[in-house]
């Protein structure tokens, strides 16, 4: 296999396209003019080939309190110190709860701490050449914005995936914004030739030293509002927040524990703790895409894992469970990533915690209106008050009634419903879907239970057996 040619940025960019100019010929080529293959080609080299210096496996870089604490002086007054108010629900969990809302950053994310403060440590050489990166949104989101405010110039290359609402975000923010390759791989390799070509500094969304130290500012706050906490609940993805927040917190109060939550889907932190290091982890969809990382950063790494406790995994279904009781209970809206840390309390996981005192990190809001919907159809879904069914009824006058009345005797909600002739062999007979929404668990078993005194044959759609059960409990 030949070697790809040696390339040069050219100085042209047209309707979001970069061109590129090879050294042995004259003619430019646009990325968005060549197949998938040769677009991996122009951008010379896998990311594991192009080595961030600041992000070496051969060198990590472990970060210390020091680093956290001229983090908090420097972004002081750039970023919002918000508010860890105790949970309204903490007696129902059976434990001393508090939430601290991260998701309350102007840009909806805790990622705006590190990326000022990594831009604030810039030379000025570099701040008037200015930074890259690659990103799905927000650590996209956070540079470009403090990039803007601190008037240096700001890249970001954003994979085809990412939300068009956060990529026309970034570009209000005045980034220069490049939306190229299929995934997080191909958009970080172009984004480090970039920086080669551009003489710009690449800046990794979670395992750059400044950003780790910015992310545990958040650690340096939750003492301040809530001193001596038992445990500290937070989402893992890369692992920059977790090694940032455990190095604040051991620092300062060594008995509390450091929990790390990633979703079932994307357990990337696990996988690198089992291994003794970081390595690639197949990832699937997830609610929480925030935290979907297929490998954790090597610097993150070597600072996190000495200083967490645990590590839990929690099921899709209880991130849903836990975005719809933080809308319902807190007036909360979070991402998937936000709510992982309450879906393992919600799940059971951390039992052992309760009667103790214990804050759970809420740590991003960017979530997609559509996709919020899903969610809370889904949470309504797994706790039993969203339901599913199918039935059979006589097609003669007034069979259909005779259902929606016992529904009503029942108080129910017909969210939905519609019939079936054609397909069923008893020309009789008419099949009736029905989407109806109940208060809880239990009132969805007593409708069950009367549509079963009535009716032969009822189908009830699956909701998994064990989330059913322990929401019985909550």
């Not at 079932?264 to 690198?272: L, P, R």
Request: hydrophobic content about 40%.
């Amino acid at each position: 296999m030949s070697q790809p040619q040696k390339m040069e940025m050219s100085n042209g960019q047209k309707n979001g396209a970069v061109a590129f100019k090879l050294n042995d010929a004259s003619e430019s080529v646009k990325m968005d003019q060549l197949s998938v293959p040769q677009r991996i080609q122009h951008i010379s080299g896998s990311v594991e080939e192009q080595v961030d210096p600041f992000c070496d496996p051969k060198n990590p870089k472990r970060i210390s309190f020091h680093d956290v604490t001229s983090a908090a002086f420097l972004i002081k007054g750039g970023v919002e110190r918000t508010p860890c108010p105790r949970s309204t629900s903490s007696e129902s969990y059976g434990m001393d709860l508090y939430l601290k809302k991260d998701f309350l950053q102007y840009t909806g994310s805790f990622k705006e701490r590190g990326a000022r403060y990594a831009l604030l440590c810039l030379s000025e050489e570099q701040k008037r050449r200015g930074v890259i990166s690659a990103s799905l949104g927000n650590h996209a989101l956070a540079l470009s914005y403090h990039g803007w405010k601190l008037s240096i110039p700001v890249t970001v290359v954003m994979p085809t995936a990412a939300p068009i609402m956060k990529v026309q975000k970034c570009r209000n923010y005045k980034a220069r914004v490049i939306v190229e390759g299929r995934d997080m791989g191909e958009a970080k390799a172009l984004a480090m030739r970039m920086a080669q070509d551009e003489k710009l500094l690449y800046i990794n969304g979670y395992d750059h030293p400044h950003i780790m130290a910015g992310q545990g500012t958040i650690g340096l706050e939750i003492l301040e509002q809530v001193p001596e906490p038992d445990a500290v609940v937070v989402p893992v993805g890369g692992g920059g927040l977790i090694a940032g927040i455990a190095t604040a917190l051991k620092a300062l109060s060594p008995k509390t524990k450091i929990i790390g939550v990633e979703s079932e889907k994307c357990a990337s932190f696990s996988k690198a703790l089992d291994n003794k290091g970081p390595i690639d982890t197949p990832i699937k969809n997830t609610l929480a895409d925030g935290l979907a990382v297929p490998k954790v950063g090597v610097n993150a790494f070597v600072t996190a894992q000495p200083l967490i406790d645990r590590m839990v995994i929690v099921k899709e279904e209880w991130i849903a469970v836990a975005i719809l009781r933080l809308v319902e209970e807190e007036k909360c809206v979070v991402e998937g990533a936000g709510g992982a840390g309450l879906a393992a309390i919600l799940a059971g996981h951390l039992d052992d915690l309760k009667g103790k005192k214990v804050v759970v990190l809420l740590c991003g809001g960017n979530i997609d209106t559509t996709v919020l919907g899903r969610c809370l159809e889904r949470g309504l879904a797994a706790e039993g008050r969203l339901v599913k069914f199918n039935v059979e009824v006589s097609d003669r006058p007034g069979g259909i009634n005779d259902l929606c009345a016992l529904l009503v005797r029942v108080g129910v909600s017909i969210k939905d419903i519609m019939h079936e002739r054609a397909w069923l062999r008893d020309i009789y007979t008419v099949e009736v879907k029905v989407v109806c929404e109940t208060v809880d668990w239990a009132h969805s078993l007593q409708l069950k239970n009367e549509l079963k005194k009535f009716y032969t044959k009822v189908q009830f759609s699956d909701v998994p057996l064990a989330l059913n059960e322990k929401t019985l409990d909550v």
